[in-house]
C-alpha cells in the first residue's frame, strides 16, 4: 500500500472508529478528572507582552454589515484597529459563576467550553512595535512576542502580496478537548477552527477588511512560520499547525495563496523566543488522535480559488447592532419546548448560511461546498412539522436525490431557498434520540445535522478530513449569530449517533456523512449564575 493509500484508510478508519452509536460510544476517559484539567489559557513564558487597548465604546454598525462587504469603512492597519479585530473575534465575551467557580467565555465558541484553538499574528511595523511574530493572549487581552524580524523581510512580502495587511494563524491543542472527550476530541477540535476562522472573518469584515486562506501552504510550512518546530513542548501539548491567513483591505481582490520559499526561509532563520505554559500535570495517550493527525497532515498544494453564486439576502433589517450580537452569542444549555418562531426568521437563518461570492464568511477560500443540513422542524409558524434538507450547492443535488430513501418526497418548499421537504411529522423525539438522547435536539425550535460529501473528498486528499469539519464550525458559527439577531439561541452539539442519523436518510455507504449538529430554540436560563464584564479580572490584576 503506498503513503496516499495508507493516509486514506486510516482517516476512514479514524472516523469510523469514532462514531457513537446507541449502544456503543467512541472511546473517551468515561469520567471527569480535574486533577488534570488543562489550563484554560496559553502563555508564552519569556516572551515581551504588549498590552492592547479596548474598545472604549462600539461602533453600533447595522447587523447585515457582518456579511455584506461594500458599506464598512476600511481602515488602516494600526495596533489600535487589530485590536478591535481581536477583541470582537478572539477575545473574551464575558465570566460567569458559581459559588466558588468562576470561568471565562469567549467570543468564539468550543466544544466544551475548553477552547483548543490559539491564534498566532505576523505584523508588520508599528509605531509601537517593530515587525514580528506574536501569540494572542485572550486573558490579557495582550500580543506576545515570539520573534522579530527585519524589514528588509515584510519588505519582500509587501512585494509579493503587492498591498499592505499582516496574517493570522489558526492552531490547536487537541489535548484540551482529549482531556474530557477522548478520541471523538480530533473533530472537535477542528469543529472549532471552523468557529475561529468564520468568527475573524466577521470581525475582519467590520473593519474593512478580508481574511483570505493561504490554501496552498503545507503543514510543514506553517510550522517553519510559526516557529513551532524550534519549541519544546511539553508532551501530549503540543499546538498543531491548522492554516493561515492574509488579512488586507477589502478592495484588494486578487491575493497570492501562498509564500514563496525564499520568504519562508527567511522564517527559519529567525529566533523565536517563549515556552509554552504548562496546561495539565498528568495526560491521557489517546494514540488514535495522533495517528489520524499524522494521516491528514497537509502537504504543498496547488493555489485554488473559488467562485460562488451571487444573490441578495433574504432579511437585511434587524435592530440589533452587529457588535451587540458579537458580545452577546452565548450557547444555550437547555430550551423551554415551546418557542415557536416564524417562517420569514426560519429561512432567513438559514439563507445566512448559503455562500455567496464576496460576502463572509465564506468567501475566504476554504474548499468547495460540501456541507448541506438536514432539518428538523419542530416549532415553525407557517412550516408543517417534518424532515426538510437544505442543498447549500446544488451540483449534489441529483446524487442526493440517488443516495437517499426512494420515499422522499423532495418537494421544494420556498424560493430562492434551495430548501426541500422529505417527510412530514413530528421529529422531536427522533432529533432528541439521535443527538445522544439530548433533549435540546426536539426542545428547540428546529435542530439539524450538517451532512457532508465525505468518501469523494477523503479520496481526492486525507488532509480534506480537517477542512470538511472547518466548514461545519463556520456554518455553526454563522447559525450561533443569527440565532441572537433573531432573538433566540443556539448550541452547537458534538455527540450525536452517526449512522443512526444516516439511516433517516437512507444512506448505506459514506458517500455523505453526518459531521455536526446545531438547534435553535427558547433558551431557558440558569438561574443560578452570575455574570461578570469580559475583562474585569484586569483590574485586580493591575
Not at 505584523?123 to 501569540?135: N, R, S, Y
Amino acid at each position: 500500500m503506498n503513503e496516499l493509500d495508507s493516509k486514506i484508510e486510516r482517516t476512514l478508519a479514524y472516523h469510523e472508529r469514532t462514531k457513537h452509536h446507541y449502544y456503543r460510544y467512541a472511546r473517551a476517559p468515561g469520567y471527569m478528572d480535574w486533577d488534570t484539567q488543562p489550563h484554560p489559557f496559553r502563555f508564552y513564558e519569556g516572551t515581551k507582552s504588549l498590552k492592547l487597548p479596548h474598545i472604549k465604546k462600539d461602533e453600533s454598525t447595522p447587523y447585515i454589515q457582518l456579511y455584506e462587504r461594500h458599506c464598512n469603512l476600511v481602515r488602516e492597519f494600526s495596533l489600535e484597529h487589530i485590536s478591535v479585530f481581536l477583541e470582537l473575534s478572539m477575545g473574551l465575551s464575558a465570566w460567569k459563576s458559581i459559588p466558588d467557580h468562576k470561568w471565562a467565555l469567549r467570543i468564539n465558541p468550543s466544544s466544551g467550553n475548553l477552547h483548543p484553538t490559539e491564534a498566532h499574528l505576523i505584523l508588520p511595523d508599528m509605531k509601537e512595535e517593530p515587525a514580528g511574530v506574536f501569540h494572542y493572549d485572550p486573558f490579557h487581552h495582550a500580543l506576545e512576542k515570539r520573534a522579530e524580524h527585519p524589514q528588509i523581510m515584510w519588505a519582500e512580502i509587501e512585494r509579493y502580496f503587492e498591498t499592505k495587511g499582516f496574517f493570522i494563524a489558526l492552531s490547536s491543542i487537541y489535548w484540551r478537548e482529549a482531556w474530557k472527550y477522548g478520541e471523538r476530541a480530533f473533530r472537535y477540535c477542528h469543529h472549532d477552527v471552523g468557529h475561529a476562522l468564520a468568527a475573524l472573518n466577521f470581525s475582519a469584515n467590520l473593519q474593512g477588511w478580508k481574511v483570505t486562506y493561504l490554501n496552498a501552504l503545507s503543514d510543514e510550512e506553517l510550522k517553519a512560520i510559526l516557529g513551532f518546530n524550534t519549541v519544546t513542548w511539553k508532551n501530549h501539548e503540543e499546538e498543531y499547525p491548522d492554516l493561515l491567513c492574509f488579512v488586507h483591505s477589502r478592495e484588494k481582490s486578487k491575493i497570492p495563496l501562498s509564500f514563496p520559499s525564499k520568504i519562508i526561509s527567511c522564517f527559519s532563520d529567525i529566533k523565536f523566543q517563549g515556552m509554552p505554559n504548562s496546561l495539565s500535570s498528568d495526560h491521557v495517550d489517546w494514540d488514535v488522535i495522533t495517528d489520524v493527525f499524522k494521516a491528514t497532515i497537509k502537504p504543498k498544494t496547488e493555489e485554488k480559488k473559488y467562485e460562488m453564486n451571487e444573490t441578495s439576502y433574504l432579511c437585511k433589517e434587524l435592530p440589533l447592532s452587529a457588535e451587540q450580537i458579537i458580545r452577546q452569542r452565548r450557547s444555550a444549555v437547555a430550551f423551554d419546548g415551546k418557542t415557536v418562531i416564524t417562517k420569514s426568521q426560519f429561512l432567513a437563518m438559514l439563507d445566512k448560511t448559503l455562500p455567496r461570492q464576496q460576502c463572509v464568511p465564506f468567501d475566504v477560500g476554504l474548499s468547495d461546498i460540501c456541507v448541506h443540513l438536514l432539518l428538523f422542524v419542530h416549532r415553525v409558524e407557517g412550516v408543517e412539522q417534518g424532515l426538510y434538507f437544505l442543498v447549500r450547492d446544488e451540483k449534489d443535488l441529483n446524487q442526493l436525490k440517488e443516495k437517499f430513501h426512494s420515499q422522499h418526497q423532495w418537494e421544494k418548499i420556498n424560493e430562492p431557498l434551495p430548501l426541500y421537504l422529505l417527510k412530514k411529522g413530528d421529529f422531536r423525539n427522533t432529533a432528541a434520540s439521535v443527538s445522544c438522547g439530548q433533549d435540546i435536539g426536539g426542545d428547540s425550535s428546529f435542530s439539524l445535522g450538517m451532512i457532508a460529501r465525505f468518501d469523494e473528498e477523503i479520496k481526492k486528499a486525507p488532509h480534506n478530513y480537517r477542512t470538511l469539519f472547518w466548514e461545519t464550525g463556520m456554518i455553526g458559527q454563522v447559525l450561533y449569530l443569527e440565532a441572537e439577531a433573531h432573538g433566540v439561541r443556539g448550541t452547537g452539539i458534538g455527540c450525536f449517533f452517526d449512522d443512526p442519523v444516516h439511516e433517516i436518510l437512507g444512506l448505506n455507504d459514506n458517500s455523505y456523512q453526518s459531521l455536526y449538529h446545531f438547534t435553535i430554540g427558547g433558551a431557558v436560563e440558569d438561574i443560578r449564575l452570575m455574570t461578570h464584564p469580559p475583562y474585569h479580572h484586569l483590574e485586580a490584576i493591575s
